[in-house]
């Protein structure tokens, strides 16, 4: 499509394509120096467990964790750095990868250190952390001539960040200061907002994506404590975008890139998380109620065509089959690889990282509604990695039938951040403060921490959502005092928790933290229960009739039998006559039957959303 075409084209150029240093090198500008010193960092309400202490049971997430981990490990070391040991006039073993990784891997060279790192202190993964660490030093070699844009060295910088944080590598410092000083005398500062005609603030300046940068930057200065990261993550803030949830910027999305707008409230909140300024703050919790309201899916998916929308019902007009009144709207060009109702990889990540954020500046449970869906709806429906970079980069809900394919290019922005949505299974199950522990998400696991200096082990055990309950046995050594808390899903109703088979008389108020507060002894047991029945959610309020069907977190599709695996005398005998003349049933689709999204496999015809009658 136009619009994915051109976001491929302009991140292949910032992605170290020679000749992008001459683009960036006409576009300086200096920005406003501020006073680093001035910075106030607010106290969270709630942590992350930073992916410590908690592992994954069987389960869905397991086997698709261990596969990704796998996939991602065998990727040759050689082919990853292949292009960068070109461009350096070095020895360069190995393949080009290929796709948009054809002339280097700056595309998702720093999502996968990003999530190799994630993955290695989850799990303790040393192979894993030795590969990232290697890939890092052997690309430290080639960066005398470092040719990097904005995507390009945002993407580094995460995954050079997160080496450091999660794996503890002290020499990834270093390299953070070398390439953020390049970014300083490189990088252009013409920072155009978004538009409906330039969906990415940066088609003809080279800036794409630009509004991203604060988060890592800030990150960066949060690690290290030196005040340039600081004053250069000031530069990229993106006060048009982010004023139109507080009022001072007209409210008008339609048209701008989805997953990267959403990806950019990360960087408003590493912005509150740096200054401490409440406006922030204030942007990210407004920003995620209009996102709630106006712009999802029923499963949490958005951006039809990689685009937000007005309120007028092209949401729900994005559905039709040839998309012919959704693309009336926009320029598109390419109509290839249709079905492009949601950015899977990017846009969980973004939505995962949001809410993470969300519930540690607010402590409120709701936030972790938008993470649930995605969990089960988003990655957790993803098609594995496979091959030489296939991605499953669209889900597809469109009318009239879809499927999920992969897509037509390899190693796209997908697989990038499917390692580190993946990863981050590990860091969004839990969270802790001083009282004790929030369970935020219904995921087979185990979870240990230190509470007022002894250990504490929870064992969560699940069929979630195929079941309505789950258990939590507590172990630790003696009885101790502290609090557990679990999120009541803002969709369910009458939710129940008994306390070793008695039943707790505590509030389950939907949208909010049950609150369990005792002494508790070794061997404890809490069992929680959260109904679910079937519902129906209309796309949007212009298209009451157009809905999907809902279970829980979970969206139901209806599945359809594959012809194409059906011999010829066992298709033409399994034809009997309808009630009309010249109408036929088909026995082999007669037994139509709706399963959760996630259960869908590769090329699996299934249908989403249905127009009901009046």
Known sequence: MGNASNRRDFIKLLAGIPGAASLLSILKAEAPARSAKASKHPTNVLEPFNYSGVSLLDSMFKTQYSQTRDFYFDISDDDILKGFRQ??????????????????????????????????KATGDAAMRDKAVHLMREWSKTISGLNLGHYSYDKTLCGLVDLVEYAGVEEAIPLIGKITEYAMQNLG?????????????????GEGEWYTLSENIYRAFLLTGEDKFKMFGDVW????????????????????????HVNSLSSAAATYAATGDSEYLKTIINAYDYFQKTQCYATGGFGPSELLVPEDGMLGRSLEDESKAFYGHWPVNNYKNVGRSFETGCGSWAVFKLCRYLMMFTGEARFGDWMEKILYNGIGSALPMWGRGRTFYYSDYRLGGASKQYYNETWPCCSGTYIQAV??????????????????????????????????????????????????????KDKMRFRIRLRVPGWTQNASVELNGAKLEVSCR???????????????????????????AAVDPQHPRLVAATYGPAV???????????????????????????????????QRSYVPFYRVTYAMPYQMYFLLGK
């Open 423 to 476: 990863a981050d299974y590990h860091n969004i199950i839990y969270f802790k403060d001083a009282e004790g522990l929030y369970v935020n998400l219904f995921v087979p696991s185990e979870v240990s921490w230190n509470q007022q200096g002894k250990q504490v082990k929870v064992r969560q055990e699940t069929a979630y959502p195929e079941s309505d309950a789950t258990s939590f046995m507590i172990k630790m």
């Open 556 to 590: 139901l599709v209806q599945v359809q039998d594959i012809l194409s695996d059906t011999r010829p005398q066992e298709f033409s005998r399994s034809l009997v006559p309808g009630e009309k003349p010249l109408a036929f049933d088909s026995e082999l689709r007669s």
């Open 237 to 260: 803030r993106y006060h048009h975008y982010w004023g139109m949830f507080t009022g001072n910027t007209p409210l008008e999305l339609k048209g701008l890139h989805a997953y990267s």
């Open 510 to 536: 939907p949208g909010t933290w049950i609150e369990i507060e005792r002494v508790w002894a070794p061997d404890d047991l809490i069992a929680f229960r959260i109904p679910m029945q079937i519902k129906l």
């Open 189 to 205: 500062r013409i920072r155009n907002p978004a538009s409906a005609e330039d969906h990415s603030g940066g088609r003809h300046t």
């Open 87 to 120: 461009q350096a006039g070095l020895p360069a073993p190995g393949e080009h990868m290929g796709g948009w990784c054809s002339q280097t891997s700056y595309v998702i060279f720093g999502q996968l250190l990003s999530g190799m790192a994630r993955m290695a």
